[in-house]
């Protein structure tokens, strides 16, 4: 199946080389690999320069959601491939797995699907585990629907779901929004199992930060919900 490949990219000069050489050797390449560095200080940009046709730049860094908004909106524009695979720079996430996301998409016709990362209770740091769960359960409430790992970057975007959703947040909780609009479009959301990986690679992810933009959009979220009770 036709599909295209997004790498958001921020000070990964360490792991992208290792990523680029996972994706060449795939049995089922990507249409078009699109690279965004946000604003990388180290050699990432250069690495990608070198490797990659589809490499866009953001000279700030401006948060992952500004990096997802940029290649999302770069492919619904300049390919035609119906679907868009995102999938994280940190060699969390296996591209040998792209085929499972694939798959279910043709099978059910599912137009987001999330990695599940099975396992996570062994490998995963104690308080991402604790921000997963309650994320992924207040979200599950909100969308009315099951969402085991809400917080997996690994995720396939059908271009028809992503011409209708408009997303404000730049930052990590971009993907935690898209989740709401989706669901607010009345698009099932869909799950892949897919294995826990961590490594000694630095998380850009700022707990204390994010944890309190998560809250806001929540917060958003309950307004909305109540100003629409009204009217």
């Known amino acids: 199946m036709i599909y295209d490949l997004l790498i958001p990219a921020y000070n990964a000069e360490k792991t992208i080389p290792e990523l680029l050489r996972q994706i060449n050797e795939m049995g089922c390449p990507p249409l078009n690999l699109i690279v965004v560095d946000d604003g990388s200080s180290d050699h990432t940009f250069s690495i990608l320069q070198q490797n990659v046709e589809h490499c866009l730049r953001h000279e700030k860094n ?17 390919s035609s491939a ?16 792209i085929p499972a996301f694939l798959e279910k998409y043709e099978k059910d016709g599912i137009e987001l699907i999330i990695g599940n990362r099975i396992g996570r209770k062994k490998v995963m740091p104690i308080e991402r585990r604790i921000s997963n769960f309650l994320t992924s ?7 009315s629907q099951s969402l085991p790992d809400s917080q997996c970057g690994f995720r396939l975007v059908s271009k028809n779901l992503l011409s209708r959703v408009n997303i404000s947040n730049t930052g990590f909780q971009f993907e935690s929004q898209f989740i709401l609009e989706t669901a607010r479009l009345g698009f099932k959301i869909g799950f892949v199992n897919i294995p826990t ?3 000694n690679h630095r998380s850009n992810i700022h707990h204390l930060r994010d944890t309190i933009g998560f809250i806001k959009l929540i917060l958003v979220e309950i307004r909305r919900r109540l100003w629409f009770s009204k009217t």
């Open 62 to 78: 401006t948060g992952k959601g500004s990096a997802l908004q940029h290649g999302l909106n770069y492919a619904l524009t300049n």
């Open 137 to 143: 359960k207040l979200l599950s409430f909100f969308t």
């Open 197 to 199: 990986i961590y490594n």
């Open 82 to 97: 119906p679907v868009v695979i995102c999938i994280d720079s940190d060699l969390q996430h296996l591209p040998e797995q």
